[in-house]
């Protein structure tokens, strides 16, 4: 192949690295301080991996950040319960909302949940929230993560792309370094 066709590739390789994503599904989080340590966090979901629709979200609250969580709003047609944070067995709390109706299909977006909650931690405003989608049907975890502060999301490339990016790049030294060789 000549020089041309191998750059071509290599361009398109490349480019195909940066784009390519590593998601799960994606939960924004926007943070209200209301003062005295209290804060409203308010969920936007949205069903960007999943081929299959969202009947379940867990919200999970680390037993050691956060005190006295309440649900201040729930999308329609969802339900919500609240199980607060226990330092004493210790368990995490948790915000999990069930879909009575309208499930959340693949590609759609669900918005309308609010939290409010005691912040407890270090930092001088709440960290990101782990969270998992569940099957109703199986009780098994279909995807899970944190939640992501503020609206942009910042694209990671999976640790496979990685990989053969860096294996491209040491082939390609190593042909260098041959060909060097060969015209001295």
């Known amino acids: ?14 480019f195909f690295l940066i784009t390519f994503q590593s998601n799960a599904t994606l939960i924004n989080q926007t943070l209200e301080d209301q003062g005295g340590g209290i804060w409203l966090s308010n969920f936007e979901i ?9 009947e379940e979200i867990s919200l ?13 709003s729930v999308p329609t ?39 409010m909650f ?19 049907a199986t009780f098994e975890v ?7 502060l503020g609206i942009t999301a910042v694209p990671e490339p999976s640790t496979i792309v990685l990989f053969l990016f860096s294996l491209l790049l040491i082939t390609r030294s190593k042909i260098t370094q041959i060909k060097g060789k060969q015209h001295a």
């Open 1 to 14: 192949m000549n020089n041309v066709v191998i750059k071509a590739l290599i361009s398109f390789f490349i």
């Open 46 to 54: 949205i069903n960007d991996t999943l081929s299959v629709d969202i």
């Open 77 to 115: 047609d969802w339900d919500s319960i609240v199980l607060q944070p226990d330092l004493i067995i210790p368990d995490d709390g948790l915000v999990d909302i069930l879909a009575l109706s309208d499930l959340l299909m693949p590609l759609d977006t669900l918005s309308g949940l609010s939290v």
């Open 118 to 136: 005691e912040w407890l931690g270090s930092t001088t405003r709440p960290d990101a929230i782990q969270f998992e989608i569940i099957d109703t």
């Open 60 to 72: 999970w609250f680390d037993y050691t950040q956060y005190l006295n969580i309440s649900v201040v």
């Open 142 to 148: 279909l995807d899970s993560g944190n939640t992501t």
